[in-house]
């Protein structure tokens, strides 16, 4: 059964840092490893989707990248803002299911 | 706008009395899902569909019930809910089980 793990549980970061986000995974038979925000009170937003075969996706700030064979990814925020305050999630998608990892809770202080 | 609509998005019911979470998609995506998210426990998906008539149980489907009539629309059913399904729940499509999972903005249910 696919176990995801997420470290750290909570970070706390200054604005501007750089910082870095980490996702583990037990099986790496996937299919693709999407990043998600949450926001308190709030559904959950899509931040990249990495397909297996990729190793990294980037989107303005985010940059995200997968080593399947380690079972390991990271989400990289530049520049980090009060606004990236949130609780950061990961997910694997195998054979007809998608499994999450606890999450990682982000603190920006201005 | 391309949106996953929950409704209720919040339900403070009694034990035993029956309720429905209704989840549509405007995306004309295929697979459809529900998931619980629980402090300290993440995510857990309940049932998925792959498409209408199809659907399977996920990790904690014990005391749920769902359906598949038509593409849109996938509800969530409690036939006699109890206070251990207190719980943010959240339903999910995706035009495959392998592509972006697009969110509702999720039902806070609490069974008292």
């Known amino acids: 059964k696919q176990e995801v793990t997420q470290i750290p549980a909570a970070l706390s970061v200054p604005e501007g840092e750089n910082l870095v986000l980490n996702c583990s995974f037990t099986d790496s038979a996937i299919y693709n490893l999407q990043w998600f925000r949450q926001d308190p009170g709030k559904g959950l937003t899509s931040l990249l989707l990495?397909?297996?075969?990729?190793r990294e996706q980037t989107s303005g700030r985010l940059n995200a990248s997968l080593d399947k064979s380690s079972g390991r990814s990271t989400l990289y925020i530049a520049a980090s803002q009060p606004g990236d305050s949130a609780t950061y999630l990961c997910a694997v998608s195998g054979d007809n299911d998608m499994r999450f990892g606890a999450g990682t809770r982000l603190t920006v202080k201005p | 706008e391309a949106q996953v609509t929950q409704n209720p998005r919040y339900l403070i019911t009694v034990t035993g009395k029956k309720l429905t979470v209704t989840c549509s998609q405007n995306?004309?995506?295929?697979?459809m899902s529900w998931y619980r998210q629980d402090p300290g426990l993440g995510l857990r998906q309940i049932y998925y569909s792959m498409n209408v008539e199809v659907t399977d149980k996920g990790d904690v489907p014990e005391g749920y019930k769902v359906s598949r009539k038509e593409k849109r629309n996938f509800p969530l059913i409690l036939e006699s809910p109890s206070p251990n399904q207190t719980s943010l729940y959240f339903c999910?499509?995706?035009?495959?089980?392998?592509?972006?999972?697009?969110f509702g903005q999720g039902t806070r249910l609490t069974v008292v």
């Open positions: 995306m004309n995506h295929e697979y």
């Open positions: 999910a499509s995706s035009s495959h089980y392998r592509t972006e999972a697009f």
């Open positions: 990495i397909q297996s075969s990729q």
